[in-house]
């Protein structure tokens, strides 16, 4: 075991940019599309949509890369709310990292990663006599085993991976950006080019069953649409591994956002443009179907749908590798402050938080028997929005409190960037618990379950202060 238990610090701009982009092109590029039709019903409001996603995320972006630029470091957010909020907020952050956000997004991108290798390779039933089985009312463990187990060795095996260092982890997601933005990119240029698109369709603002598109409409698919743009903020979590990190992470972020905004508006135009929305209404009932696939099958056929399927596969491979690269470092830092279990502040010979790491492998597998994919994200997502409002809401507070302190960054907009971010979270939690209570109230009760252990890990760390004063 290497003595030393510092994370080195090795990634540069781009390698950081590589992170960023990696975290958030996942399985919402490809599958999101169609429940936001469900909700919305129209064409031009879906894609009205992708771009309020986008420019909210943008502006969330802005407001973290300020604080980024103060006080970068292994942690992101964590390390974050505990110098403009406390101890016991912070906290609550990590374990809902551990406990719903980042597992649950690990979960949910190998949950897509089986599915498409089973729409390639046909995966064969697992314990089938078993599949009606339920905990309660909300929970089928063994529905659909056959994926669920593989997305499971698909945890255990990157996890392993991933402990073998960080600069071996980066490279691996540069390779497979470099893939993913290839077959993206043949998507656009074949399926918008094709005879088969109606680009005029597009921008159709009538809905299919002539009702007229509500606040809660909006938001439901604006929910779906977060999912796919969530992930940006994960870099924080490796400040501690980045090279000049106060000028780094921030770029980075903003370039990286930049990026996925513009890739998304194009590739979702190219959906919209092939596919009308009551076959995306479709799409979305059956469960089983991914919009992009049929997508593709319009202008290639079968042999398209083999294509868009190994692209999936691909796509949501590299982003599950990322999540899992770069998640683990928080609880890593909280443990070393004595607010996580102490083995996971422990570094293997890699120089990897490997312990925190294999329970956050864990966790994540544990998650994937607990429900369907879009259940996962929407829950997620619930979480996630307290969260980036908190932080839009910091950048007020740092402002007032520590005035003269630097600001490598300075957030565009300031204060109106900001105030959208805050409002919007706060818009967004109240009508979650509204349109898509499960989810609420799961998410709720899972943070907080890190109540008590932060009253049992603050006594434990009391109690050793005390001892070592004596």
């Keep these: 075991m290497n003595n030393s238990q510092q994370l080195n610090r090795s990634l540069g701009l781009a390698l950081v940019v590589v992170v960023v982009v990696g975290n958030i092109v996942g399985s919402g590029v490809y599958k999101k599309v169609a429940p936001m039709a469900a909700e919305l019903h129209s064409p031009g409001w879906v894609l009205i949509c992708w771009v309020l996603g986008g420019i909210i995320s943008l502006f969330g972006a802005l407001s ?11 942690g992101g957010e964590y390390v ?87 600069k071996i982890g980066a490279r691996f997601s540069a390779a497979v950006l470099i893939l993913v933005f290839a077959g993206i990119l043949t998507i656009i240029i074949f399926g918008l080019s094709s005879s088969q698109s109606h680009i005029s369709q597009v921008f159709d603002m009538k809905t299919t069953n002539n009702t007229p598109v509500t606040f809660t409409a909006v938001f439901a698919s604006m929910l779906a649409a977060f999912w796919a743009y969530q992930g940006w903020a994960t870099v924080g979590y490796i400040g501690g591994e980045v090279k000049d990190q106060y000028k780094n992470i921030p770029r980075g972020i903003t370039i990286g956002v930049f990026i996925i905004i513009i890739t998304y508006l194009l590739v979702n135009t190219a959906y919209l443009s092939l596919l009308p929305v009551d076959t995306l209404e479709q799409i979305h009932k059956s469960q089983n179907m991914v919009a992009a696939i049929e997508a593709v099958k319009v202008f290639w056929g079968q042999n398209g749908g ?21 998640s683990c470092r928080t609880y890593f830092a909280m443990a070393k402050q004595g607010m996580f279990f102490p083995f996971v502040g422990k570094l293997n010979k890699s120089q990897a938080p490997a312990n925190s790491m294999w329970l956050q492998g864990i966790w994540a597998c544990i998650l994937v028997l607990s429900g369907t ?13 307290i969260y980036y409002g908190a932080t839009a809401m910091g950048v007020f507070i740092l402002r ?19 105030a959208i971010v805050v409002l919007f979270s706060a818009a967004l939690f109240f009508n979650t618990i509204y349109a898509k209570p499960r989810e609420a109230r799961i998410g709720t009760i899972l943070m907080l379950t890190g109540v008590p252990i932060y009253l049992v890990l603050s006594k434990r760390k009391k109690n050793q202060l005390n001892e070592q004063d004596v």
């Design 80 to 166: 974050y709310y505990q110098k403009i909020y406390n101890r016991f907020f912070a906290f609550i952050f990590g374990w809902s990292l551990f406990i719903v956000i980042q597992t649950a997004s690990i979960s949910a991108l190998a949950y897509v990663f089986s599915q498409s290798l089973n729409s390639i390779v046909h995966l064969p039933p697992v314990l089938s006599s078993w599949e009606h089985f339920t905990i309660g009312k909300d929970f089928s463990p063994f529905e659909n085993f056959n994926i669920k187990l593989t997305a499971i060795i698909l945890i255990l095996v990157l996890t392993w991976f991933n402990s073998k260092g960080i």
């Design 306 to 326: 083999l294509f868009i399927s190994t692209l999936i596969a691909v796509t949501t491979l590299g982003c599950t590798h990322a999540t899992i690269l770069v």
């Design 64 to 74: 973290n890369a300020e604080i980024a630029s103060m006080m970068a470091d292994t």
């Design 400 to 418: 007032r409190r520590m005035p003269d302190a630097p600001r490598p960054y300075k957030v565009w907009g300031y204060p109106v960037v900001p």
């Design 373 to 385: 994919f879009d259940q996962l994200t929407d829950m997620i997502i619930f979480a996630v929005f």
